[in-house]
């Protein structure tokens, strides 16, 4: 029992060691602080059968504490999901079905607006090579649907027969650091954009839907490169069917209402000219129709 405990003791401090430092050569990637509420859920799934509870605990750990300083990296500040199913009595076991099936459970004890859940799993297929698998689901609370998932090669680890149940832990908890570490810098990277651009859009106040119907692709793509070199905003093609040549787009701009409605009725007429045609512009609030 001592020793056991000296060991965990041993481990405990392996793992602040190795991560702190890994991150002195991690240069800080600022962004802009996100006031999404992140909760973090880690799940381990283990085939080998020399490794007792402690270890696994140990290198989960591990790998969810590199996680969360990377992302704090990027100002991302974590909550720990696996503490509310310390303290409820939840009628479900974790899992990651279980997770995304309860999540309006979960999010009543524990405001989330995103899940990420941390999935790390150990193998081997004979005594002296393990390999490590680390991967990450995503999942938007408010959508009640997954937005992305991560994951990374499988690392492949040897170690020599001689190498001891100390030796063997320290390499697998260094390696789970580092790939926990990467895995969490492209979390960050990706939420940093994804953020980046939900911040960008609510900050322009028209929104308009402008359907083009019946006009040729050169129209199409006439109308909308005019539209945004004369009017920078944001704009995404939402539905297209080039049978019945009709395109739908999201339009997004802070300029002013009425601008956007003059401009409208200037490119028309002036199609309308150039082309010897008739083409019918209707204008209702936000959304505006083009049509042949």
Request: charged share 20%; proline share 1%; with cysteine.
């Amino acid at each position: 029992m001592k020793i056991k405990i000296e060991f965990n003791i041993i481990m405990k401090k392996l793992i602040i060691y190795l991560i702190s430092s890994l991150f002195i050569f991690i240069n800080a990637a600022v962004s802009e602080t996100s006031n999404k509420q992140i909760s973090l859920f880690s799940l381990y799934e283990n085939s080998l059968n020399n490794l007792d509870d402690s270890d696994r605990i140990g290198l989960l750990e591990a790998s969810k504490s590199s996680l969360t300083l990377s992302l704090s990296n990027f100002n991302f500040k974590l909550k720990d999901g696996d503490k509310i199913f310390q303290k409820e009595n939840f009628d479900f076991i974790k899992t990651n079905q279980n997770i995304i099936k309860n999540d309006y459970i979960i999010t009543k004890m524990l405001p989330s607006d995103i899940f990420i859940i941390l999935n790390l799993k150990i193998f081997s297929n004979k005594h002296n090579t393990k390999f490590i698998k680390i991967s990450s689901d995503i999942f938007d609370t408010k959508e009640s649907t997954f937005i992305s998932s991560w994951s990374l090669p499988i690392k492949k680890v040897h170690h020599k027969k001689s190498c001891d149940k100390i030796c063997q832990n320290v390499i697998l908890t260094e390696n789970t650091i580092i790939l926990a570490t990467k895995l969490g810098e492209n979390i960050a990277n990706y939420l940093s954009s994804t953020f980046s651009q939900e911040n960008e859009i609510k900050a322009y106040s028209n929104k308009y839907i402008i359907s083009l119907v019946g006009l040729t692709n050169d129209n199409n793509a006439r109308i909308v490169d005019l539209l945004i070199n004369e009017f920078p905003g944001y704009v995404e093609l939402k539905e297209e069917s080039t049978l019945n040549n009709f395109q739908k787009w999201l339009y997004l701009s802070s300029e002013k209402h009425n601008k956007i409605v003059h401009w409208f009725k200037s490119i028309v007429n002036q199609i309308n000219r150039s082309n010897q045609i008739n083409l019918q512009l209707l204008i209702e609030e936000k959304n505006i129709i083009i049509q042949n």
